[in-house]
Every structure is written in structure tokens, then in C-alpha cells.
């Protein structure tokens, strides 16, 4: 793992530096007894070197065990993006994430693992999506980055920009939805959209709070083709709040019907943007919209 060191670092200590990112003392104490554990600019160091602007600070991580449970599956995976620190890759409507006793041998897991077939990989996604819905998805390379992608997922810095059909006209062409998101009981996946109210919490009958920002990008003969932006990130949370907006995404057949359109629900995960952890430049993970949808969007005059 390689990380350039830039103004607003240099003058820390590594073992300042490393307070930054959170690591474990365990960790720390594996980097320092490898015998190029920690090197700056190819040289070995100690925690106590002082850090200079534009220094390559190299971390030496090799995870012990890889998800060698995952099977292999040699399908073809789109990349988007990919550095040392993290993957983007599509999944294409219909292909889970992760294994399951209905669906084993064919994943987006088990492409990721072909595609990195003889390294000790361990499958680390950091942005889930739907089974039926299609869009791009990020695994971290190491336990570092899981840990400083999850952080600018928790500090809401992360924008994840969804493409969908909605029914209906919009009234407003940009807004926000917001309503609390609950689930009405443990033993059902659907959940439901509710008015704003304390205390919260999924499970309980006053929900937890859930915001999504949208724009009309296009509308014809009652339908709308609309840009989300999920500002929380609950499960199903477009689509819940789709429907509790009047307007509930074509081919949900969860929250809405059957679609001779679209035999899904017309949605994919079409943009990610973030500032890179370690680069600190802007990354943006385009990922290109699939046929089904062109398809549907042609028909409806949306395109």
C-alpha cells in the first residue's frame, strides 16, 4: 500500500500519521517486525521519522487468509476504476453480491475473487446494492481502505447518484424526500416510509431518519426519468421513497408491479464521487447504463 504524503500531513510522525488512519496496535506492531514493513522513498524506517511533502510512504499489508470459500467465477467483470487501495467494478442487474444457499456459483464476489485469482484477496465491498438493481460497486484491497471508505461513508462524504424511471409527473422537478424509513416487522423486507419522529430506530415503530435528494432529468406521456441521490443510506431507500412520494420506480415488483418495460426495477447506481483517502484527489466511478433500461427510457420517449 502506497500513499504520497501531502501538505497537510508532512511534519506528523509516521506514528502520528498512523493515529490519522486509525490502525489497530496489532497491525502497527506486524509492520514494524517485517523487514520492509515501512519504507519511505524505498528506504526503512521507524514510526518516529517525520514525514516531508511528497515522501512515498509504503505499507507492507498482505492479509493472512483470502474468502478462498468464494468460488472462482470467470464471467466477465467491468472494471471502472481500479488503484492499489480499491476496485469499482459493475454488477449487472440481477447478479448478487455475495454467495447465498439459492445462489453460489455465479457472483459479483466470485467474479472479483477470479479476477484476482492467486493473490491472498479478501472480498471487502463498501457500497451494497439490490439484487435486481445494476450500477457500480467498490471493494477496498486492504483493511486501511475498508476503514477510510467507511469513514467518508459514515461522515455522509461519499455522493451516490442513481438513475431511475419513475411513474408519474413530477410535480416539483428537484426537492428532497424526507421521511423516516422503518421496517414494520422483523420478519418482513419490505419497509415503509414514515413521517418524521423521535425516537428512532429501523425496527421500532418511529423508523430512522432517511433523506434523498432528486432531480427530473426527463418526462414524457406520464413517466419521468429521475437522477437520485441517496443522502442516508438505508435498505431500499429510493425505492421506498419513490413510492411514498407518489411516484414509485417501473418494474419494482416490491414496492410497486410488474413492468412490460423493464422485467426489474428500473434503477441503477450510475455515479459515485469521493475524495480519495490517500490521493485526496476527486475520484468519480462512472458506470454505464444497461441495455434494459436504454431500452425501457427509448420506449417511453425519455431518451
Known amino acids: 500500500m502506497e500513499i504520497r504524503i501531502d501538505k497537510k500531513t508532512a511534519g506528523l510522525s509516521i506514528k502520528e500519521y498512523f493515529v490519522t488512519l486509525h490502525l489497530s496496535s496489532r497491525l502497527i506492531t506486524k509492520l514494524k517486525n517485517r523487514a520492509r514493513g515501512i519504507t519511505v522513498n524505498g528506504e526503512k524506517k521507524t514510526v518516529r521519522y517525520l514525514l516531508h511533502e511528497g515522501d512515498l510512504l509504503k505499507l507492507e499489508i498482505e492479509d493472512q487468509a483470502s474468502s478462498k470459500t468464494i468460488k472462482p467465477s470467470f464471467a466477465p467483470l467491468n472494471v471502472l ?78 455522493k451516490k447518484e442513481y438513475l431511475a424511471i419513475c411513474e408519474g409527473i413530477f410535480d416539483e422537478k428537484r426537492g428532497e424526500i424526507d421521511f423516516n424509513i422503518r421496517r414494520p416487522s422483523p420478519f418482513n423486507i419490505m419497509r415503509e416510509a414514515i413521517e418524521k419522529c423521535e425516537p428512532q430506530g429501523e425496527n421500532t415503530p418511529f423508523g430512522t431518519d432517511a433523506l434523498s435528494v432528486y432531480r427530473v432529468l426527463k418526462e414524457n406521456g406520464g413517466h419521468s426519468l429521475v437522477s437520485f441521490s441517496p443522502v442516508t443510506g438505508r435498505t431500499h431507500q ?52 444497461p441495455a434494459d433500461i436504454k431500452n425501457a427510457t427509448s420506449r417511453l420517449g425519455l431518451n
Open 81 to 158: 476504476f481500479e488503484d492499489e487501495h480499491y476496485i469499482a467494478v459493475e454488477k449487472e442487474p440481477f447478479l448478487p453480491i455475495h454467495p447465498s444457499r439459492n445462489h453460489v456459483d455465479d457472483t459479483l464476489a466470485s467474479r472479483v475473487m477470479a479476477y484476482f485469482e492467486g493473490q491472498n484477496f479478501v472480498f471487502r465491498v463498501l457500497t451494497r446494492l439490490d439484487r435486481d438493481t445494476s450500477g457500480a460497486v467498490i471493494i477496498a484491497k486492504n483493511p486501511i481502505a475498508a476503514a477510510e471508505f467507511s469513514r467518508l461513508l459514515t461522515k455522509r462524504e461519499v
Open 238 to 289: 429510493l425505492r421506498v421513497h419513490a413510492l411514498k412520494f407518489g411516484h414509485p420506480i417501473i418494474g419494482d415488483t416490491l414496492y410497486n408491479k410488474e413492468s412490460d418495460l423493464i422485467s426489474r426495477q428500473a434503477l441503477h447506481a450510475e455515479r459515485l464521487t469521493f475524495i480519495h483517502p490517500f490521493t485526496k484527489k476527486e475520484v468519480t466511478v462512472i458506470c454505464p447504463i
